[in-house]
């Protein structure tokens, strides 16, 4: 790394080995920021979103989804409150709907909302944070957080190990040798970690994605959205699941976002992102539906061809229903 913090790198691979030896950041400048001031700023984002933050100080990191009236994902906002402004580190494109959406929530509540996409940039790493760096956020997606609940029956490496963070740096003085976005991307593919750029559309529900791990705190105040949370998780399943597939590296070619996934001649899903990891080779993040055959060979559709994938299952088949409660035996 060079003295000033910042490395020029060069391919995928190199870039994606050199974020993970803590030897470079990744370029995420294209993220919005937002910032939130005023006495009642943490009481009134806890009151409308997923995660319990009345509690979260200085410097501490969390993440929280806004969610409409049938518990559907709008919005995920990475937290970190530095004792006088809470952030909210966002992915691209998404900040200024959540912005809009606040202002007419504030009534007569002492909280200033601001877009300051204008004023910081994003970058990302596993090492400390870079020198001039205003607020750092942790991701705490490695282990499940208090009051979240985890799906996936297992935890590779990828995710035990994923110290992410995201810095704040002035956008004066963000230097241009970053290592792209997409190296990052590759590792989160891999981390099994969704974000809301890539793996919601307008249906998903927190359960899908394994997200009540770090994003939701299942025994908190009344917010919108929660009735669906307690129903499903207590009492149903989500009715679709995410997987990791590993693809047929051998034509060359990675599926795009949507692009669908089948079983046999039937559509049963749709890519949200795909990557090559320096690694693992061709991999990628779906959704399908629940009842998808976890042992089953898939094929996704993409533009240069088919390929061929196999499933790592992260939301099993089973998951949610975890009250327990007996069921009727149906009358006919």
Known sequence: MRADGWRALSNPFTDQRALLAADAFADLSSHDVLSITGPDRLNWLDSLTSQR?????????????????SGRIEYAARVVDDGETTWLLMDAGTGAGLAEFLQRMRFMLRVEVAD?????????????????????WHDPWSSVVAGGWQYAADEPDAVTDWTWSESLVPRDALPAALAPEDAAEA?????????????????TIPHELDWLRSAVHLSKGCYRGQETIAKVHNLGHPPRRLV???????????PAHDDAVLLGDATVGRITAAARHFELGPIALAIVKRTTDPSAALTVRAADGDLAAAQEVIVPVDAGATAGVPRLPRIR
Not at 53 to 69: F, H, I, K, Q
Not at 118 to 135: E, K
Not at 187 to 203: H, K, S, V, Y
């Open 116 to 136: 300051r996409t204008a004023d910081f940039a994003t970058v990302g790493g596993f090492g400390v944070a870079p020198q001039g760096a205003v607020v750092t």
């Open 244 to 254: 990791l597939l590993h693809l047929d590296g051998s034509e060359g070619g990675l």
């Open 53 to 69: 933050l009345t509690t979260l100080t200085p410097g501490e990191s969390a993440e929280t989804l806004l969610l409409d009236p």
């Open 187 to 203: 590792l989160r593919i891999a981390a099994r970690r969704p974000r809301a750029a890539t793996e919601p559309d307008a249906t």
